[in-house]
C-alpha cells in the first residue's frame, strides 16, 4: 500500500524520448518505489539505449522516481568493411554500419573483433585490445593530446597514434603513455610552432626523448 510509484520523470540530455527511457528502466507507476532496484534499471537504460553514457536514479518521498542521463559521445571508429563501428571512451559500443565520421572521431586498429553489439563493450581476439585502447585514450585526452585521427593498439609494446593524419607517434609501451603526455604534447606544441605543417613521425619510445 505504502509507497508505491506516483510518477516517473525523465531528466538530462535529450538523446532519446522519454517513453524510451522509461520503457528501457523496467519502472512502472505503482510498483513498490524501494522494492525497485535502481542499479538494474540504471544498467538496462545503459544497455539498451546505446548512446546513453549513464543513468541515474533517485526515489523522493512525494514518490516520484527521477531517472537523470548523460548522453554517450562517440570518440574512436573501428573499421568494418565498408563502414565503421562507433565506441565511447570506455569501449561500449554505440552505433554499427556507419558510413562517414566526424572530425572529432578517430580511426582505432585493435585487431579482430570478438563482439560488437550495440550498448555492450567491444571485445577482441586479442584480450588486452579493448582495456590497453580505454587506457591509452584517457591518458591522452587527460593529457590535452588533441588532433589524433588514429590509434593503433594492437601491439601493446608498441602503441602508435597518428596526429591530424600526417604525424605518426610511436607512443612505446602502454603502461608508460600516461607518464609521457606532457612531454609529448610540449613536443606537438613546439613542433606546429617551429615548423608547421611538418609531416612524419615522432618517436617517443625512450622516455623523455623525442
Known sequence: VFFKIANIEVAGDEIYNAEQIMEASGITVGENMFLTSAKNAAAAIEKDLPYVEKAEIKRSLSCTVTITVTKATAVAALPDGDAYILLNASGKVLEDGVVALSDDVLVLEAGAVSSAVPGELVTFENESAASDFVSVFDALQNGGITGL???????????TATYQNRIVLNLGEVSSVANKTDFIKATLDRCEQNTPGFKGSIDFSIDKKA
Open 149 to 159: 585521427t588514429q590509434l593503433d593498439v594492437r601491439d601493446r609494446l608498441q602503441i
